[in-house]
């Protein structure tokens, strides 16, 4: 990858795209069978949820080995970030808009 790029921010980079990929890849698919099917701004709100939730769990981390970001590779901490904010807006979606369509 890029020399000089802090893996910390890789990690926050890959947060951000893995909750922006949960948050969007399926009204996209819906969208691609039907053009006319509109954004619901609900998953908004399980996205910044998922940030939140995903900022706290780090600071956790953080907090008991505070080098613990820095031993990664960049490839790793980009893709460890990246499950962990969709994983973490998984979660927020099946609590939230549990048997709703």
């Known amino acids: 990858m890029i020399e000089g790029i802090p893996p910390d921010f890789l990690l926050i980079l ?4 893995g ?7 399926p009204w996209l ?16 709100w399980t996205a910044i ?3 939140i939730t995903t900022a706290i769990e780090l600071a956790t981390i953080l907090s008991v080995n505070p080098n ?3 031993v990664l590779g ?3 901490a980009l893709l460890a970030g ?17 048997g709703k369509k």
């Open 49 to 51: 949820l998922a940030i």
């Open 74 to 76: 960049q490839r790793f």
């Open 82 to 98: 990246f499950f962990f904010g969709l994983g973490n807006n998984e979660i927020w979606n099946r609590i939230l808009h549990r």
């Open 29 to 44: 698919t819906k969208k691609a069978a039907d053009p006319e099917t509109p954004f619901d701004p609900k998953f908004l």
């Open 68 to 70: 613990q970001i820095a």
């Open 19 to 25: 909750v922006l990929t949960r948050t969007f890849l």
């Open 14 to 17: 890959g947060v951000l795209l």
